[in-house]
């Protein structure tokens, strides 16, 4: 089975969660970078990222070179900004089409999970979504070893009931 794992980090929650998995699954990855990112300091990185979801922003992606109907698994990963994924998944999702695949969501959060799996969902439709999880703040605390292990076994217990 080949997969690959999709996923954007402004702060590098999501990320170690994306690596974890990839890891596991000894997969490909395909990390989506905007031109033009939000800040990642201060306040205002919470103004921008609130703004581009609330508005549903398309930011402009860095070139990336994955074909999506060459995997049979795709694992998709966001952080959660104004309780939903993240704007450039608004542009990838314009970009590619994806339909009757195996689709893993995760998300990494400081709050709440908010509504960002039910809107992957509904982007998401005509695929099979064999599993969601969530991770609070990830990178950011005494249990980062506990969440690469967690995550781990995550995506092979799905794996293992494909």
Do not use: H
Not at 59 to 64: R, V
Not at 73 to 80: A, E, F, K, Q, T
Request: hydrophobic letters at 40%.
């Amino acid at each position: 089975m080949k997969a690959l794992v999709v996923y954007y980090s402004l702060d590098g929650n999501t990320k170690l969660i994306a690596d974890a998995i990839a890891e596991e699954m000894d997969c490909e990855f395909l990390r989506l970078v905007p031109k033009k990112d939000v800040p990642n300091k201060g306040v205002m990185k919470y103004f921008w990222g609130g703004k581009q979801v609330t508005l549903k922003e398309k930011p402009e992606l860095l070139p990336y070179d994955k074909n999506l109907n060459e995997y049979d698994l795709i694992i998709i990963g966001s952080p959660v900004w104004a309780g939903s994924f993240v704007s450039v998944f608004n542009t990838f999702f314009s970009e590619v089409f994806i339909n009757n695949k195996k689709i893993a969501l995760f998300c990494t959060y400081m709050g709440s999970e908010g509504k960002t799996f039910i809107n992957l969902k509904n982007k998401l439709e005509g695929n099979d979504i064999i599993g969601q999880i969530g991770f609070k703040s990830p990178a950011n605390n005494e249990n980062t070893e506990k969440n690469i292990l967690e995550a781990k076994k995550w995506i092979s217990k799905l794996v293992d009931n494909m």
